[in-house]
């Protein structure tokens, strides 16, 4: 039996419909206010200072 191959389009629209159906409304608006923090605070959030720290010194040794 053959099968129809999904474009690119249809599987995103898929996967999004069962992201919704299994988080909900609020998981989409979640990460939207993450994607629209500036200046990295989403990574100094998720890492801490010493991320920083640490990848400062590496970018000094050479």
Known sequence: MATKKMTRSEAGRRGGQSTM??????????IGRKG?????STTKER??????QKIGRKGGLK
Request: glycine share 24%; aromatic share 28%; net charge positive.
């Open 21 to 30: 159906k299994k988080y909900g409304s609020e998981f989409y608006q979640k």
């Open 36 to 40: 629209g923090k500036k200046g990295g």
């Open 47 to 52: 890492y801490g200072i010493e991320f920083y």
